[in-house]
């Protein structure tokens, strides 16, 4: 993600990870949330994409 995108802070890399994480299972996430697979399963490469998209 610094790669494409070296300005971006810990906190919006944070904010990529979680917004483009797949959801998986079937139980309800609340927020984005769930207790058991928390934000889900981490999309590397769709978070690469959208940091080099990524505008403040």
Same mark, same amino acid.
């Given at each position: 993600?610094?790669?494409?995108?070296?300005?971006?802070?810990?906190?919006?890399?944070?904010?990529?990870?979680?917004?483009? &994480?797949?959801?998986?299972?079937?139980?309800?996430?609340?927020?984005?949330?769930?207790?058991?697979?928390?934000?889900?399963?981490?999309?590397?490469?769709? &978070?690469?994409? &959208?940091?080099?998209?990524?505008?403040?």
């Amino acid at each position: 993600m610094l790669s494409v995108n070296p300005d971006l802070t810990p906190q919006e890399v944070r904010e990529i990870i979680i917004t483009n &994480a797949q959801k998986i299972g079937d139980v309800e996430y609340i927020a984005g949330w769930n207790r058991k697979y928390a934000y889900g399963k981490i999309d590397a490469y769709k &978070a690469v994409l &959208a940091a080099k998209e990524y505008k403040k």
